[in-house]
Protein backbone atom coordinates (compact mmCIF):
# COMPACT_ATOMS: atom_id res chain seq x y z
CA UNK A 1 0.00 0.00 0.00
CA UNK A 2 1.20 3.53 -0.64
CA UNK A 3 2.20 5.62 2.60
CA UNK A 4 1.93 9.39 2.21
CA UNK A 5 4.39 11.88 3.57
CA UNK A 6 3.14 14.91 4.71
CA UNK A 7 5.47 17.65 4.67
CA UNK A 8 6.06 19.31 7.41
CA UNK A 9 7.37 22.56 5.94
CA UNK A 10 3.94 23.43 4.99
CA UNK A 11 2.79 23.08 8.24
CA UNK A 12 2.23 25.76 10.55
CA UNK A 13 5.32 26.05 12.92
CA UNK A 14 3.38 28.05 15.50
CA UNK A 15 1.24 25.22 16.02
CA UNK A 16 4.18 22.66 15.33
CA UNK A 17 3.11 19.95 17.83
CA UNK A 18 -0.58 20.40 17.19
CA UNK A 19 0.10 19.52 13.47
CA UNK A 20 2.25 16.84 13.76
CA UNK A 21 -0.70 15.03 15.64
CA UNK A 22 -3.22 16.44 13.45
CA UNK A 23 -1.60 14.58 10.39
CA UNK A 24 -0.63 11.45 12.43
CA UNK A 25 -4.42 11.55 13.12
CA UNK A 26 -5.33 11.98 9.60
CA UNK A 27 -3.49 8.90 8.51
CA UNK A 28 -0.21 10.08 7.61
CA UNK A 29 2.23 7.35 7.76
CA UNK A 30 5.87 9.25 7.79
CA UNK A 31 6.94 12.75 8.27
CA UNK A 32 8.60 14.48 5.89
CA UNK A 33 11.05 16.96 7.12
CA UNK A 34 12.92 19.38 4.69
CA UNK A 35 16.42 20.71 5.65
CA UNK A 36 17.66 23.31 3.65
CA UNK A 37 21.28 25.00 3.74
CA UNK A 38 20.40 28.11 1.49
CA UNK A 39 24.03 26.48 -0.34
CA UNK A 40 23.00 23.10 -1.78
CA UNK A 41 19.49 25.01 -2.54
CA UNK A 42 18.57 28.16 -2.55
CA UNK A 43 16.52 28.20 0.39
CA UNK A 44 16.30 28.03 4.46
CA UNK A 45 14.15 25.66 6.26
CA UNK A 46 15.15 24.67 9.65
CA UNK A 47 17.32 22.40 11.78
CA UNK A 48 18.52 20.19 14.90
CA UNK A 49 16.15 21.80 17.55
CA UNK A 50 13.13 21.34 15.13
CA UNK A 51 13.42 17.99 14.14
CA UNK A 52 14.26 17.22 17.70
CA UNK A 53 10.55 18.71 18.86
CA UNK A 54 8.64 17.02 15.66
CA UNK A 55 10.43 14.02 17.02
CA UNK A 56 9.27 14.61 20.81
CA UNK A 57 5.63 15.02 19.39
CA UNK A 58 5.31 12.26 16.87
CA UNK A 59 4.61 8.53 16.97
CA UNK A 60 5.59 7.79 13.44
CA UNK A 61 8.66 7.87 12.07
CA UNK A 62 10.32 10.67 10.79
CA UNK A 63 11.58 10.90 7.24
CA UNK A 64 14.69 13.54 6.93
CA UNK A 65 15.63 14.86 3.27
CA UNK A 66 18.78 16.83 3.38
CA UNK A 67 18.99 19.31 0.74
CA UNK A 68 22.33 20.09 2.41
CA UNK A 69 26.29 20.30 1.18
CA UNK A 70 28.61 19.03 2.98
CA UNK A 71 26.20 16.76 4.68
CA UNK A 72 28.43 13.81 5.78
CA UNK A 73 29.24 16.27 9.29
CA UNK A 74 25.59 15.98 10.02
CA UNK A 75 24.25 12.23 9.58
CA UNK A 76 25.21 11.41 13.14
CA UNK A 77 23.48 14.13 14.86
CA UNK A 78 20.19 13.68 12.53
CA UNK A 79 19.85 10.55 13.72
CA UNK A 80 20.85 11.66 17.61
CA UNK A 81 18.01 14.28 16.74
CA UNK A 82 15.72 11.29 16.57
CA UNK A 83 15.76 10.28 12.50
CA UNK A 84 14.11 7.19 10.83
CA UNK A 85 15.22 7.64 7.49
CA UNK A 86 17.46 9.52 6.55
CA UNK A 87 17.52 10.89 2.29
CA UNK A 88 20.95 12.56 0.71
CA UNK A 89 21.03 14.05 -2.00
CA UNK A 90 23.28 12.59 -5.02
CA UNK A 91 24.42 15.92 -6.31
CA UNK A 92 25.54 16.86 -2.78
CA UNK A 93 28.72 14.77 -2.36
CA UNK A 94 30.92 12.53 -4.61
CA UNK A 95 30.83 9.49 -2.04
CA UNK A 96 26.95 8.61 -1.70
CA UNK A 97 28.12 4.90 -1.46
CA UNK A 98 29.81 5.96 1.90
CA UNK A 99 27.08 7.47 3.35
CA UNK A 100 24.44 5.25 2.36
CA UNK A 101 26.36 2.77 4.14
CA UNK A 102 26.95 5.08 7.27
CA UNK A 103 23.21 5.54 7.42
CA UNK A 104 22.57 2.37 7.36
CA UNK A 105 25.27 1.27 9.75
CA UNK A 106 22.97 3.42 12.05
CA UNK A 107 20.19 1.51 11.75
CA UNK A 108 18.20 3.92 9.36
CA UNK A 109 16.82 3.32 6.60
CA UNK A 110 18.89 4.91 3.66
CA UNK A 111 17.72 7.34 1.16
CA UNK A 112 19.03 8.85 -2.32
CA UNK A 113 17.38 12.00 -3.48
CA UNK A 114 17.78 12.44 -7.77
CA UNK A 115 17.30 16.54 -8.69
CA UNK A 116 15.10 16.46 -12.07
CA UNK A 117 18.33 16.94 -13.91
CA UNK A 118 19.61 13.98 -12.78
CA UNK A 119 19.93 10.52 -14.54
CA UNK A 120 18.74 7.47 -12.91
CA UNK A 121 21.18 5.58 -14.44
CA UNK A 122 23.35 7.08 -11.29
CA UNK A 123 21.07 4.74 -8.95
CA UNK A 124 22.50 1.65 -10.82
CA UNK A 125 25.77 1.05 -8.66
CA UNK A 126 24.27 1.42 -5.59
CA UNK A 127 21.25 -0.99 -5.90
CA UNK A 128 22.38 -3.11 -2.99
CA UNK A 129 22.98 -0.03 -0.84
CA UNK A 130 19.97 1.84 -0.81
CA UNK A 131 16.61 1.41 0.72
CA UNK A 132 14.51 4.18 -1.13
CA UNK A 133 15.25 6.72 -3.84
CA UNK A 134 13.59 9.61 -3.56
CA UNK A 135 12.81 11.48 -6.46
CA UNK A 136 12.33 15.13 -7.06
CA UNK A 137 9.62 16.06 -8.99
CA UNK A 138 10.74 19.86 -8.78
CA UNK A 139 13.61 21.29 -8.20
CA UNK A 140 14.25 21.20 -4.26
CA UNK A 141 14.12 24.25 -2.28
CA UNK A 142 10.68 25.30 -1.97
CA UNK A 143 7.13 23.91 -0.95
CA UNK A 144 4.42 24.86 -3.07
CA UNK A 145 5.77 24.27 -6.77
CA UNK A 146 4.30 22.80 -9.77
CA UNK A 147 5.11 19.06 -10.50
CA UNK A 148 7.09 18.47 -13.23
CA UNK A 149 5.40 16.18 -15.81
CA UNK A 150 8.21 14.14 -16.89
CA UNK A 151 8.49 12.97 -13.26
CA UNK A 152 5.90 10.17 -14.24
CA UNK A 153 8.10 8.78 -17.18
CA UNK A 154 11.41 8.54 -14.78
CA UNK A 155 8.76 6.97 -12.51
CA UNK A 156 8.37 3.68 -15.04
CA UNK A 157 11.78 3.84 -15.76
CA UNK A 158 13.55 3.58 -12.32
CA UNK A 159 10.62 1.31 -11.25
CA UNK A 160 12.11 -1.18 -14.49
CA UNK A 161 15.49 -0.49 -13.84
CA UNK A 162 15.00 -1.42 -9.76
CA UNK A 163 13.44 -4.93 -10.74
CA UNK A 164 12.98 -7.29 -8.13
CA UNK A 165 14.94 -5.23 -5.73
CA UNK A 166 13.13 -3.94 -2.56
CA UNK A 167 13.60 -0.17 -2.75
CA UNK A 168 11.11 2.38 -2.15
CA UNK A 169 10.43 4.46 -4.76
CA UNK A 170 9.51 8.45 -3.10
CA UNK A 171 8.35 11.25 -5.19
CA UNK A 172 8.75 14.95 -3.48
CA UNK A 173 7.19 17.88 -5.07
CA UNK A 174 4.00 19.39 -6.28
CA UNK A 175 2.01 15.85 -5.16
CA UNK A 176 -1.78 16.43 -5.27
CA UNK A 177 -4.40 14.32 -6.02
CA UNK A 178 -4.29 15.24 -9.67
CA UNK A 179 -1.49 13.06 -10.26
CA UNK A 180 -1.19 10.47 -7.33
CA UNK A 181 -3.00 7.87 -8.59
CA UNK A 182 -0.60 8.55 -11.87
CA UNK A 183 2.46 7.99 -9.77
CA UNK A 184 1.21 4.96 -7.89
CA UNK A 185 0.59 3.39 -11.20
CA UNK A 186 3.66 4.05 -12.32
CA UNK A 187 5.57 2.23 -9.61
CA UNK A 188 5.83 5.35 -6.55
CA UNK A 189 5.32 3.65 -2.88
CA UNK A 190 5.85 6.61 -1.00
CA UNK A 191 4.43 9.99 -1.73
CA UNK A 192 5.37 13.43 -0.28
CA UNK A 193 3.07 15.99 -0.03
CA UNK A 194 3.43 19.46 1.50
CA UNK A 195 0.42 22.37 0.39
CA UNK A 196 -2.21 19.60 -0.63
CA UNK A 197 -2.01 18.26 2.70
CA UNK A 198 -1.28 21.16 5.16
CA UNK A 199 -3.38 23.70 2.95
CA UNK A 200 -6.48 21.65 2.68
CA UNK A 201 -9.98 21.85 5.29
CA UNK A 202 -9.21 18.30 6.67
CA UNK A 203 -5.77 16.72 6.13
CA UNK A 204 -7.55 13.16 6.57
CA UNK A 205 -9.38 13.62 3.95
CA UNK A 206 -6.58 15.18 1.68
CA UNK A 207 -4.54 12.06 2.85
CA UNK A 208 -7.13 9.37 2.18
CA UNK A 209 -7.29 11.20 -1.66
CA UNK A 210 -3.85 11.05 -2.17
CA UNK A 211 -3.90 7.11 -1.44
CA UNK A 212 -6.78 6.21 -3.25
C1 LIG B 1 11.04 20.72 -1.86
C2 LIG B 1 10.83 19.82 -0.67
C3 LIG B 1 9.49 19.19 -0.65
C4 LIG B 1 8.36 20.16 -0.40
C5 LIG B 1 7.10 19.56 -0.95
O1 LIG B 1 12.34 21.14 -1.90
O2 LIG B 1 11.78 18.78 -0.71
O3 LIG B 1 9.44 18.14 0.31
O4 LIG B 1 8.18 20.46 0.95
O5 LIG B 1 6.09 20.51 -0.86
P1 LIG B 1 4.86 20.54 -1.90
O6 LIG B 1 4.13 19.26 -1.71
O7 LIG B 1 4.10 21.74 -1.47
O8 LIG B 1 5.44 20.66 -3.28
ZN1 LIG C 1 11.49 17.01 0.58
Redesign the pocket.
Known amino acids: MTQIAP?L??CDFGNLEAEVCAVEAGGADMH?I?I?DGHF?PNLSFGLPVVEAIARAASIPLDV?L?IEPYEPYLDAFRDAGAHRIAVHVEASPHPHRALQAIRDMGLVAGLALNPGTPLETVMPLLNSVDQVVL?S?N??????RFIPETLERVAQLRSMIGDWSIDIEI?????EGNARDLINAGATIL?????VFKAEDYGTAIAALRA
Open positions: SLAHDMVHMMVPGFGGQDGGVGVAGTS
